[in-house]
């Protein structure tokens, strides 16, 4: 069985920085296509990130600017750096992954709290 496991997360100021990172079990980590979610209790769950398995990256509108994904196949890690961290990023942040558009992992997810 896959598994995803999310981790980094903290309780940070406004204005800092956070990596966050995700392992995932298995043999085809490099096939994936991979995703951030993050929700919070005021908001519905949302993609922050998303990076497909040949590179391509999107971003929700309120990481543009300020969260950078990236994925290291060798490590079988999925990353996703955050700058100029606000309160409103406050949430459970957890990671998935997708073959040929079914999801195959979906960690439990890390908690991030940003004070003001």
């Known amino acids: 069985q896959v598994q995803a496991v999310e981790s980094g997360g903290g309780l940070v100021k406004s204005g800092e920085s956070l990596t966050l990172s995700c392992r995932i079990s298995g043999d085809s980590f490099s096939l994936y296509d991979l995703a951030w979610y993050r929700q919070s209790r005021t908001r519905q769950s949302e993609a922050v990130a998303t990076i497909s398995n040949d590179g391509k990256i999107t971003y929700s509108d309120s990481a543009k600017g300020r969260f950078t994904v990236s994925r290291d196949n060798a490590m079988k890690t999925m990353y996703l750096r955050m700058n100029n961290l606000k309160p409103g990023d406050t949430a459970q942040y957890s990671c998935?992954?997708?073959?040929?558009?079914?999801?195959?992992?979906w960690g439990p997810g890390t908690q991030v709290t940003v004070s003001s």
């Open positions: 998935n992954a997708k073959l040929h558009g079914s999801y195959r992992a």
